[in-house]
Nanobody
Framework: QVQLVESGGGLVQAGGSLRLSCAAS????????LGWFRQAPGKERKFVAT????????YYSDSMKGRLTISRDNAKNTVYLQMSSLKPEDTAVYYC????????????WGQGTQVTVSS
């Protein structure tokens, strides 16, 4: 099993930056992709970005493209999400998730970290 723990969220002024971290533990060898999602109150969870654990290939959502960099440090079993030029509409709980089996679906999720962007 894989366990994921997010950190790095907080309150930031519009236009500012944050770096979120997702630390993985357990069956690291099972991880295919690690992704970031966000969910605002009363809204459904939306995809943000993903990275291949093995080869580092990345994919970003259109909504935040150009303001994100997803990266990984395999030695630390950690994935990072660097966010810049933050907007109030970016306010949400940010989750990391892993694909760990043949289905390619995100079945393992962290607890989430709150990001609040003030105007």
């Amino acid at each position: 099993q894989v366990q994921l723990v997010e950190s790095g969220g907080g309150l930031v002024q519009a236009g500012g930056s944050l770096r979120l971290s997702c630390a993985a533990s357990g069956s690291i060898f099972s991880i295919n992709n690690l992704g970031w999602f966000r969910q605002a109150p009363g809204k459904e969870r939306k995809f943000v970005a993903t990275i291949s654990w093995n080869d580092g290939s990345t994919y970003y959502s259109d909504s935040m493209k150009g303001r994100l960099t997803i990266s990984r440090d395999n030695a630390k079993n950690t994935v990072y999400l660097q966010m810049s030029s933050l907007k109030p509409e970016d306010t949400a709980v940010y989750y990391c998730a892993a694909t760990v089996d043949y289905s390619g679906t995100y079945k393992t999720w962290g607890q989430g970290t709150q990001v609040t962007v003030s105007s």
